[in-house]
């Protein structure tokens, strides 16, 4: 299953050409628009983007090239119920923007971890999360993003993978280490609008080759012909409740309470709690700039329905013996993974169905999802590692220092990707995207517990919170093995596990660890210690309009630099101003600006600032923003439940 260049024309080379040369303009034109020489300029865009970059960006942020080949198989062997993970997502949403957002304002936090940090005091949870996020974003995302991402390029180009996933991770950099989260963030505007155009292409295709009116009956008609062949076998055929999203809560792939319920814990964790989205939250200029990306956010989460979960069935449909291949022999002569070829559905369709001279726009689609992602994934990463486990190595680093450091470790995250590589072409695709996808369901949901609790009950504290922690921890990686070890065997195989393991589901254990861990927490906090009232305001939905009390390490950082600034004498300026002087200043946000700068400093230029308005005059605009995005947020929320309903 392969392609080379031999099915394009000059239309398609000039399109991909074009995608890398705007895809790369555009980072660099991003970098430009916030201050890249400060912490807050390279790690947050200068707190001053507005709601339709951020919303865009939170949204092709999570849009994945995981989800064109992962959302797609899916669909493909299993039919739409994987479309409850994003109307899910679409009420977590409203969680963020109305709960969780408020309270990251309050506390004037850069990262995640460092709310814990201002919440609970102490280091150990900062460290803790800080290390955990690291760990997940470079075995699960990463590693499922080059995965999927090597799939599909070798797939519809023939590209060889090491050239093809090196190539692109160097581009993905050029402009992330140099740029921050402004280059990200405006990059990511231009990476959506391929992502929709190409997603678009294929199911106006997809739709076309198979009309919605005959999709159902057609696709429970998509039985391999291996199958079809064989009077005893039981594997290959389509599920029955395949139309259905919400199915049996014992018997059926996705159960339903698990559906309902237990996908909303692993989107706590990462629509609420994970950098990559609130890094975004904390760059807008306000909270309501915050809210309305959400709502946009939310809005765009109806769209992977259509672009990739009716495609993947349309894909089964077109090609039942490739896609839905049912012997260990006929797969491994399709796609060369005994265990299923259904993750090549859609680069199935984007090689047969697409036509030459419109196959270098879906296939940019597909590297906007792949590049975009990545580029979030290092950026959160950076900031991560840079602000809360290097300052806690050298507490009296330079700002300069941290610059520095921030884009070291993006080049370190890129060479543990690539280090992935062996383990993709010895897995071909197979088991390790389906192990991915257990890791959030037994990793995450203590750390979802623990910051609900910590955003609406005052009495927990940094034990219960800790101890929570540490035991969910232990228990999730018990059912992880536990998982691994009782996999489900493919269907020509037969079932032969223990009565129990073929009714476990990961999404009813993940509801129950997050029970487990708040039940937990609650009872350590009650038998310890008190959290006194006043050190928490600011810090929980109940207490956001307090101010913080607390004085944090970035502030005690930001005092101290100031000073240590004041006292200095040669600066940055005196540095000869040599070519390689230049260029190494651009490229690690070494400026001389960045000399004796604040971290909260107001780094904005003069014709940006804003005008002095009348305090009337904003109270009424605030109550207008305010009214428009309630009313926006109960038109997104009603669209989840009709969407939820309809396909129930």
Partial sequence: MSSDFSVFNGVDIFVLVMYFMSILLVGIWGSRQSNRHTVKGYFLAGRDASWFPVGISIFVSN????????????????????????????????????????????????????????????????????????????????????????MFIQQTLGWNLYISTVALLILTALYTITGGLSAVIYADVLHCVYTLVGGFILMALSMSAVPWKELPLRYACAVPNATMTDPNSTCGYPREDAMRMYRDPSTSDIPWPGAVFGVIVSAVWYWCTDQVIVQRILASRSLYHAQGACVLAGFLKTLPLFLFIFPGMVSRVLFPDEVACATEESCLQTCGNPTGCSNYAYSKLVEELVPTGMKGLVIAGVLSSLMSSLTSIFNSCSSVFTLDIWRRIRPNVTEMELMIVGRLFVFMIIGMSLLWIPVIQVSQGGRLFDYIRFVTSYLSPPVAAVFVLAMTWHGINEKGAFIGLMVGL?????????????????????????????????????????????????????????????????????????????????????????????????????????????LVDWCCGTHNSAVGTSIDRDTTTPGKRERPTDPATDKKVEQLQRRILNIALVIMTGCCIFFMTFFA
């Fill in 63 to 150: 849009i994945s090239c995981g989800h064109h080949v992962g959302l797609a198989g899916l669909a493909a062997t299993g039919g739409i119920a994987v479309g409850s993970f994003e109307f899910n997502a679409m009420l977590v949403l409203a969680l963020l923007g109305w709960m969780f957002a408020p309270v990251y304002f309050s506390a004037q936090v850069y990262t995640a971890p460092e709310y814990l940090r201002k919440r609970f005091g102490g280091q150990r949870l900062r460290v803790y999360f800080a290390c955990f996020t690291l760990v997940i974003s470079v075995m699960t995302k990463i590693s499922v993003e080059i995965n999927a991402g090597a």
């Fill in 474 to 582: 232990l228990v999730g990686m018990a059912g992880l093995i536990t998982e691994i070890v009782f996999m489900e065997p493919p269907c020509y195989q037969g079932d032969h596990r223990p009565e129990f393991f073929q009714i476990w589901h990961y999404l009813y254990f993940g509801l129950a660890l997050f029970a487990f861990v708040i039940l937990v927490s609650v009872a350590v906090s009650l038998c310890t210690d008190p959290v006194e009232r006043h050190m928490i305001d600011g810090l929980t939905w109940w207490t956001r309009h307090k101010s913080v009390k607390q004085i944090t390490s970035i502030s005690r950082y930001e005092s101290i630099r100031e000073e240590q600034h004041a006292d200095e004498g040669p600066t940055g300026h005196d540095r000869k101003a040599s070519v390689k002087n230049v």
